[in-house]
């Protein structure tokens, strides 16, 4: 199942203020609290009312959307 790289994005932003700034940059209105994105690695997930916006903030900024996801049934596959 391909799946987005939650670290690999916050990674390629600059971490949880950045991402946050560059949303803002692209949707400057209602966006989550720095603490929410903060958590958005421990879960490894982004909930998805925000990840349109995300997606959406990283492709305008030139990020390739094939590097910002992950298929987890190849590296299960890898594994064995």
Do not use: C
């Amino acid at each position: 199942m391909v799946v987005l790289d939650v670290p690999h994005i916050l990674e390629l932003a600059g971490g949880p203020q950045a991402l946050l700034q560059l949303m803002a940059k692209h949707s400057p209105q209602d966006l989550p609290n720095y603490a929410a994105v903060q958590m958005w690695r421990s879960r490894n997930a982004i909930p998805s009312r925000w990840t349109g916006l995300v997606l959406y903030s990283l492709i305008r900024e030139g990020h390739d959307f094939m590097t910002l996801t992950t298929d987890e049934d190849e590296f299960a596959s890898a594994a064995s």
